[in-house]
């Protein structure tokens, strides 16, 4: 303690300020990490779980097991196993200064669509966007940029590239909360002015193609008998296709919302697994808010009664 405090007094500038600023930054990543997981913990459980058939449109939480959708498969791009979803990096070792560290040259996260099965019904899970805590993750090493086989996720002296993967598989359990939305079916929401608006916008963004077909006397413009043309003919667009919507069987979806307090999660681990991650987190965070403030302070103080 002695040391310490002598330390504190009379350190020279250069080993004290820089202490002091890691410090602080300790201090403010505790205190705003403890709040960001003390948030994600709260809106878990006070959210409840629904089951596919009966659920509300809206924000809310689902469980029951991933699945992948009819059509092309989805397989992870360095073990070439299948699965629901991905996130996978290949790292370099690099020297600078003396230090070895590795960099990050390539990634990739998958954001392909699949399903989650439950009881009463399925559901799409569109992953773009989500917070994924993934079933395994596989870390191993080699000597090319490109990996073989995955074989072991023990450190291997003398290799170049280290790999990782993160995957979710078919039939594992999964815990989903976003945004749920039934999109066709005869109940779709259609606000036809604001749809062939719209198209309308798409069209004039592409001022030669609505030339090359609605300027029939060829004057190089639209004029207002040709352009009546074009808006009956996005009119008549959108009503072919809110009529293959209507027709089509209803799609159950989850996927982001675009509010922040409202986190898109998708989880190997149940909600109660995450409820309980989240505060020890949230607690652990507090905890370092709190001493490395303490002592920050303490050390300050030290130094400017010396």
């Not at 890691?22 to 948030?39: N, R």
């Not at 069209?203 to 004057?219: A, C, G, H, Q, R």
């Not at 009529?243 to 675009?258: F, S």
Request: glycine share 8%; aromatic share 12%; with cysteine.
């Amino acid at each position: 303690m002695f040391v310490l405090i002598e330390w504190a007094r009379y350190s020279a500038p250069d080993d004290f300020w820089p202490i002091v600023i890691i410090l602080i930054i300790l201090c403010v990543t505790g205190f705003f990490g403890a709040f960001y997981y003390f948030h994600r913990m709260r809106v878990l459980a006070d959210i409840p779980t629904s089951k596919i058939r009966s659920a509300a449109q809206g924000y809310l939480e689902l469980t029951g097991e991933g699945a992948l959708m009819e059509g092309p498969q989805i397989f992870a791009p360095l073990t070439g196993k299948l699965c629901t979803w991905y996130h996978y990096m290949i790292q370099e070792r690099r020297r600078s200064r003396r230090k070895s560290h590795w960099a990050t040259i390539e990634q990739g996260t998958s954001d392909e669509l699949f399903l989650l099965i439950d009881e009463t019904g399925k559901c799409v899970i569109d992953p773009e966007g989500a917070s994924v805590i993934p079933s395994q993750t596989d870390t191993w090493y080699g000597s090319s940029k490109r990996p073989g086989k995955s074989t072991s996720a023990s450190f291997l002296g003398g290799k170049r590239y280290r790999y990782i993967e993160k995957r979710m598989h078919p039939g594992e359990p999964l815990f989903a909360i976003g945004l749920y939305q039934t999109v066709g079916g005869a109940s779709s929401d259609f606000n036809m002015n604001s749809q062939v608006s719209d198209l309308l916008k798409v069209w004039k963004s592409d001022s030669e193609s609505l030339l090359k077909k609605f300027d029939t006397n060829k004057d190089g413009q639209i004029d207002m008998q040709e352009w009546e043309n074009v808006r009956k003919t996005a009119l008549n667009e959108i009503i072919d296709k809110h009529k293959e919507i209507t027709t089509a069987p209803p799609v159950n979806l989850l996927g982001r919302t675009r509010d922040r307090r409202r986190p898109f999660i998708l989880s190997y681990v149940s909600q109660e697994g995450l409820i309980k991650r989240y505060k020890l987190l949230s607690y652990g965070l507090i905890s370092l808010f709190f001493t490395s403030g303490t002592f920050v302070t303490w050390i300050l103080n030290l130094r400017l009664s010396a």
